[in-house]
């Protein structure tokens, strides 16, 4: 129970790695703040933390909202009195190719993978600087350290959370908060099931072919599950890490081998 009498915010904690997130840590011994649009699934996450006998609190949060990760910190503070931990993990993907990239494209994509992530460890600072600690966790993604043929904005949104990461780690290591961020590769979740319908609509093909193809190419010879990247979320919270900071490990199952 390394974590255990911490408190972590996990945004977009309603399914997928987030969800998967928020159990992991809750194991480790951490109330979780469940930030999160669906009603339905911040429940069902909620009711699963409690289940591992930890206390969980739901946040209606919208990241591209100021107002909303404001109300999202004051809850927290008032129910649990900390933050220990914040999980940047909410975000979104849309496949296009480069002359089909509309402004609001890419407003959307960047709003919420880079500019959200950048207000909401905005809107915890405060709080972790008078506690002289916090850990800060951003999914990032290996698209953020390649290119794309049919991707560039999620890829550049990507590319802007391993740049934050390194400044926020330099900007506040004096205070006792790190900054980290993962960057995993081809995830089984809902979000992988629109990777596959639009990038193989992109390259004709079938989402089931785009799929096989995709696994071809992973060293370690499997897709990768929410928990793969959940565990090392949950190293990166805790004090096994606690000389790691300004970092974006790849958890991928060898995809990207460089720097």
Not at 59 to 81: H, I, N, Y
Not at 181 to 206: H, I, N, Y
Request: hydrophobic share 45%; net charge neutral; proline share 3%.
């Amino acid at each position: 129970m390394e974590l255990q009498g911490q408190v972590a915010v996990v945004t977009g904690a309603g399914r997928g790695i987030g969800r998967a997130t928020a159990l992991e840590l809750a194991r480790m011994g951490a109330d979780i703040v469940v930030a999160e649009l669906d009603p339905a699934n911040a429940e069902r996450t909620a009711s699963e933390v409690r289940g591992l006998g930890r206390r969980a609190l739901v946040v209606p949060t919208d990241v591209t909202s100021r107002k909303d990760l404001g109300v999202m910190v004051e809850q927290t503070r008032a129910e649990f009195g900390r933050i220990d931990g914040l999980v940047n993990n909410a975000g979104i993907y849309r496949a296009a190719a480069t002359l089909d990239v509309t402004e609001e494209h890419w407003d959307a994509i960047m709003d919420i993978n880079a500019k959200a992530v950048f207000f909401a460890t905005q809107a915890v600072l405060p709080t972790m600087i008078a506690q002289k600690r916090g850990v800060i966790v951003s999914l990032a993604s290996m698209a953020g350290k390649i290119g794309s043929r049919a991707n560039l904005p999620y890829n550049a949104s990507k590319a802007a959370v391993i740049s934050m990461t390194k400044s926020l780690a330099l900007a506040h290591a004096g205070d006792g908060i790190r900054a980290n961020c993962v960057c995993p590769g081809f995830v089984e979740t809902d979000m992988w099931t629109s990777v596959a319908r639009e990038q193989g609509a992109l390259l004709k093909q079938s989402p089931e072919e785009f799929t096989r193809q995709r696994l071809r190419q992973i060293p370690l010879g499997r897709m990768e599950r929410p928990e793969d990247v959940a565990n090392v979320i949950g190293f990166l919270v805790s004090p096994r890490s606690e000389y790691m900071t300004g970092q974006a490990l790849s958890v991928d199952g060898g995809l990207v081998m460089h720097g």
